[in-house]
């Protein structure tokens, strides 16, 4: 099967950009291991991101908080042994970047050795622009993250769109424009309204990336379990299905049970 690009070169953080000049839209979607990060990078995808969301979709905690330091480190050297071509950004999990630069750093080159990935993601904006500054001077390439932070879940109290209201609204811009003068490649804008998105994206040089963000993001992001249907219990409006892989897994498994049971499987040519 052919990608959906041609193009074989290597992603890297400056290419994300000359797209975004080019006006050309980035894909990017969610990977937790080697096997779905090798099909997915083969696909032609742009950039893997490493979520924390794999607390909940692999861990099956509730929220992102539990994933540790060790935990993400795994997810990303499986990520990073299948994938050729897509940028590989890994998130930087709960409690590592929270105002202690030189904290942070250690913390970003133990991700950054340990993977072998190509950036970290940090969500956050002026309370923790001192860590982040550290890290890339440190020569580590961020995408920031803005909007809804899930990470800061237990301090909005919902999942709700966020900077709907004025002073919010100015606050993300106001973030925006300081990741990217730290020098950040790019930006994750999380349920924000649309509106929003595009004001921030045309005021920026750098990518931005949207998830329930609108149209106007400089690319998409979605997490992988939820695009291909294998979570049936998280629908929202933002979220569009490519496949029902929840029903396509149940019904192989069903049928494996069914031919074990009836003594079908194996048969001979399936036996030495
Ligand atoms: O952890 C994650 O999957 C994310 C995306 C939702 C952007 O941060």
């Known amino acids: 099967m052919s990608t959906y690009t041609e193009d074989n070169r290597k992603v890297t953080t400056h290419r994300l950009i000359e797209m975004k000049q080019r006006g050309e839209k980035i894909s990017m979607l969610t990977a937790y291991d080697y096997s779905m990060a090798s099909i997915i990078d083969q696909a032609g995808m742009d950039v893997i991101l490493v979520g924390d969301s794999a607390s909940n979709v692999m861990v099956g905690n509730i929220t992102t908080l539990p994933m ?62 001192a860590d982040i500054k550290k890290i890339i001077d440190a020569g580590i390439p961020v995408m920031g993250h803005l909007g809804l932070m899930p990470q800061s879940i237990n301090k909005y109290g919902t999942y709700n769109v966020r900077a709907k209201g004025e002073e919010e609204a100015a606050k993300l811009i106001k973030d925006a424009l300081l990741l990217q003068e730290i020098g950040c490649f790019g930006m994750v804008l999380e349920k924000i309204p649309a509106a929003l998105t595009k004001e921030v994206t045309s005021k920026v040089s750098i990518p931005t990336i949207g998830i329930g963000a609108g149209p106007h993001a400089d690319g998409q992001v979605l997490v992988m379990h939820d695009m291909l249907g294998i979570n049936k219990n998280f629908s929202p409006k933002f979220l569009r299905r490519y496949a029902d892989l929840h029903t396509a897994i149940t019904e192989a498994v069903q049928g494996y049970i069914k031919d074990v049971k009836s003594a079908d499987f194996p048969n001979e040519n399936e036996s030495y």
Do not use: C, W
């Open 68 to 129: 540790t330091l060790d935990q993400m480190i795994y997810h990303g050297q499986s990520v990073v042994h299948g994938v050729k071509r897509a940028l590989v950004v890994i998130d930087m999990p709960f409690g590592t970047v929270s105002g202690n630069p030189l904290n942070s750093l250690e913390y970003a080159i133990r991700m950054m050795k340990e993977t072998g990935a190509d950036a970290l993601k940090i969500e956050g904006g002026e309370e923790i622009i």
